[in-house]
């Protein structure tokens, strides 16, 4: 009996192999100060249009009348216009976002929009008191069949979100111009 059952949780395991989505946008969404209309924008960033009333139900709680699931390629779409926003949209037709997404995949599209270098997110995960090492992260952006290759859990992801909160909503950590310091 106990066989089963641990097989079974290991099958849940692999289902959800990371955060809930709908809590990584409502984190994005506040650490951004994005209001609807910005949300809304991100998506359009994508070639994907969205309406209101489905970032309102997206960033409802679990449980909450009206509250709708952030699928996957949901998520990635909103990740893609993130990137365009944030670093320029690329000329021509814009990536396709993925249908399954990992933890990996969620902070490599947040490394690549913020323009952050590894030791920018070693510093971003310090300021939630969470201390990684240069190749643990790396370990994080390498293909799953690399040897080296480790899953991202879901306490990094966690951890990176509340110290990129930390860094963009301390109004006196901010240097004018600059979310990030010089690396002169």
């Known amino acids: 009996m106990d066989y089963f059952i641990h097989i079974d949780l290991q099958r849940l395991g692999t289902q959800t ?10 984190r994005i969404r506040y650490i951004l100060d994005f209001d609807d209309a910005q ?4 998506f359009a960033m994508a070639d994907v249009e969205v309406r209101r ?5 997206w960033l409802l ?8 699931e952030c699928n996957d390629k949901m ?31 969620i902070l490599k599209k947040l490394k690549i929009a913020f323009n952050l ?13 969470f201390e990684i090492s240069a190749p643990e ?3 994080f952006f390498r293909k799953p069949e690399h040897r080296n290759y480790r ?20 109004k006196e950590q901010k240097q004018p111009g600059s979310i990030w310091p010089s690396r002169d």
Not at 39 to 42: K, L, N, P, R, Y
Not at 53 to 57: C, E, P
């Open 117 to 129: 270098q590894s030791e920018d997110v070693i510093a971003i995960l310090a300021l939630s008191g």
């Open 75 to 105: 998520l990635a779409t909103f990740l893609n216009g993130l990137i365009s926003m944030k670093r320029g949209k690329k000329r021509g037709v814009q990536p396709k976002p993925e249908n399954s997404l990992t933890n990996n995949l």
């Open 17 to 26: 192999n990371h955060m809930i989505n709908n809590d990584i946008l409502r």
């Open 39 to 42: 949300m809304i924008e991100t």
């Open 61 to 68: 709680k679990e449980g909450e009348h009206s509250y709708q």
């Open 151 to 170: 899953a991202c859990k879901d306490q990094v992801l966690r951890n990176f979100l509340m110290g990129l909160q930390i860094k963009l909503r301390n």
């Open 137 to 139: 992260l790396s370990s």
């Open 53 to 57: 009333g489905h970032i309102v139900s």
